[in-house]
């Protein structure tokens, strides 16, 4: 069993309530990520994105950063956007990440939750589905680290091209995160890639039939047994009540924001305290967060769980706090619950 932290690099306030800067926000994230390894914590991914909440739009470079300050932490993308990148430069970036980190690079292939990359870099959206089957194909090629011969509708052909650099290992670590798509849980078996589940709302145990259609395309599909994965949202204090109070007004401003975009409604504290005892959040103390995150891990039965803690605003003092409780008090009792 597996257990991780991602954060997408929020733009953060500082303990007066003013933002920070991109710049101060992304050197925060460094630090976290050094603090997780000093903990003994798995691994550590970063989103990408392209839109002013968010700090983080060219991950490979942080985590490079990230790799030069610590010794045994895993560091991946939570998501790389393929959709609206080329996966021979995702391939050569990430194949230099795993040279500077001695190996520790992990990919986690996506379409993203956000749409802004598309305009920015000139794809057309209606080419949506498109974009990610054929260049998620080619990624599987590229993988493979031998010559690629590959034809399709959305880059240039390749005839028996090589890529570099080359990996110490052979292989770059890498899965595909889903949203709950049955299509896409196929998809990630098709290819015999790890698959990663984004659970951000609802009660976990009601993903459990996507983790068995996964296990059941890749036998049908005669593909090699692969973990299971998933990442959900949740934050960490001393007490349930602090950790709620903390955390509240900042998750609040966050989805009424992603409301108002996507045509929600907005979220009452009632609402949101509901999804903490029932659905998706893994929010509390480090017994309260503890005992969750073995109850998803057992309904679910996977192998990797990674807590998404950075939300909206919340300072940098409460996110470090969060990390050394993730990692000095909950994973320790986690395992504890596990081996009962």
Request: some cysteine; proline content about 5%; aromatic content about 8%.
């Amino acid at each position: 069993m597996e257990f991780g932290l991602d954060t997408f690099g929020d733009v953060t306030v500082d303990t007066e309530g003013k933002r920070l800067p991109y710049a101060q926000v992304i050197r925060n994230v460094v630090e976290q990520a050094v603090l997780a390894d000093r903990l003994g914590i798995d691994a550590f991914g970063v989103g990408e994105h392209h839109r002013d909440d968010y700090a983080i739009s060219a991950p490979e470079i942080v985590l490079a950063a990230i790799a030069a300050r610590t010794e045994r932490i895993r560091l991946g993308t939570a998501v790389t956007v393929l959709s609206s990148d080329d996966p021979v430069r995702v391939f050569e970036r990430f194949a230099t990440l795993d040279a500077i980190s001695g190996g520790r690079s992990e990919i986690i292939l996506g379409r993203g939750s956000f749409t802004e990359s598309f305009p920015l870099f000139g794809f057309d959206l209606t080419d949506y589905e498109r974009l990610f089957s054929e260049k998620l194909d080619l990624m599987s090629h590229l993988l493979t680290e031998d010559a690629v011969t590959w034809s399709g509708s959305v880059r240039p052909a390749l005839a028996e091209q090589h890529v570099y650099p080359k990996t110490e290992s052979g292989r770059i670590r890498a899965s595909i995160g889903v949203g709950g798509s049955p299509e896409s849980v196929v998809r990630a078996a098709q290819y015999g890639l790890p698959l990663v589940l984004a659970i951000i709302g609802g009660e976990p145990a009601r993903f459990a039939p996507y983790v068995d259609l996964y296990h059941r395309a890749l036998k049908e599909l005669e593909q090699s047994e692969q973990p299971v994965a998933v990442h959900c949202p949740g934050f960490v204090a001393a007490t349930d009540q602090e950790a709620i109070d903390q955390l509240w007004p900042h998750a609040r401003r966050m989805l009424d924001r992603l409301g108002r975009e996507r045509g929600w409604p907005r979220i009452t504290r009632d609402r949101f305290e509901a999804d903490v005892t029932e659905g998706a959040w893994h929010v509390g103390s480090p017994e309260t967060v503890a005992q969750k995150i073995a109850a998803t891990v057992q309904a679910l039965g996977i192998q990797r769980f990674d807590l998404k803690f950075a939300h909206g605003t919340l300072p940098h003092e409460q996110l470090m706090t969060c990390v050394e409780l993730y990692g000095s008090q909950v994973l320790p009792r986690v395992r504890e619950l596990l081996a009962a």
